[in-house]
T-cell receptor, first 109, second 113 residues
Framework: QKEVEQDPGPLSVPEGAIVSLNCTYS??????FMWYRQYSRKGPELLMY????GNKEDGRFTAQVDKSSKYISLFIRDSQPSDSATYLC?????????FGAGTILRVKS | DVKVTQSSRYLVKRTGEKVFLECVQD?????MFWYRQDPGLGLRLIYF???????EKGDIPEGYSVSREKKERFSLILESASTNQTSMYLC????????????FGEGSWLTVV
């Protein structure tokens, strides 16, 4: 079993939709949770970083962590074609950083 | 802005060739990393370095080596390239050892034929 599971998609939505991207994990030692966005043929860039359970909002993006269920989510409101990318979740404990496989998101105009 | 530069974006090499992938960062970060990214497998850590001339194995070091002679430069070496090393290679650097300060380069696409 992988430490971090992420549905690869692709997830295809119309412009303006609310997008929900999710990851589950098995290691309760993970303390820090991140979401990265990766455009085609580019490197990942950090979108959101959270430490504890609960929600963190940044503009149209909301990151949610539920440690009791070992489940994290990224919500994108009012999705735009420019949001089309691969979204990678990542989790960290100590100095160990583990990435999900990434979900491909396509927002159609 | 932090810049991590991977000079070779697209390479095609023959089986058995020695391959060098170069990475330079301009933010004086102590920590540097090499990952490979494959569909369905996500990012897997090959090697990392927390200081000049220091290197540590990641999760998949077999078939690779690294060199860090200067703080800003971290090189990945494939001693004898094989077809199963066809992949996208990502270099990264970070201010601390956490994932919230890690910056990635744009990637090097390597095809071994």
């Amino acid at each position: 079993q992988k430490e971090v599971e992420q549905d690869p998609g692709p997830l295809s939505v119309p412009e303006g939709a609310i997008v929900s991207l999710n990851c589950t994990y098995s290691n309760s030692a993970f303390q820090y949770f991140m979401w990265y966005r990766q455009y085609s043929r580019k490197g990942p860039e950090l979108l959101m970083y959270t430490y504890s359970s609960g929600n963190k909002e940044d503009g149209r993006f909301t990151a949610q962590v539920d440690k009791s269920s070992k489940y994290i989510s990224l919500f994108i409101r009012d999705s735009q074609p420019s949001d089309s990318a691969t979204y990678l979740c990542a989790m960290e404990y100590g100095n160990k950083l583990v990435f999900g496989a990434g979900t491909i998101l396509r927002v159609k105009s | 802005d932090v810049k991590v530069t991977q000079s070779s974006r697209y390479l095609v090499k023959r089986t058995g060739e020695k391959v060098f992938l170069e990475c330079v960062q301009d933010m004086d970060h102590e920590n540097m990393f090499w990952y490979r990214q494959d569909p369905g497998l996500g990012l897997r850590l090959i090697y990392f370095s927390y200081d000049v001339k220091m290197k540590e194995k990641g999760d998949i070091p077999e078939g690779y080596s690294v060199s860090r002679e200067k703080k800003e430069r971290f090189s990945l070496i494939l001693e004898s390239a094989s077809t199963n090393q066809t992949s996208m290679y990502l270099c990264a650097s970070s201010l601390d050892r956490g994932g919230n300060t890690i910056y990635f380069g744009e990637g090097s696409w390597l095809t071994v034929v």
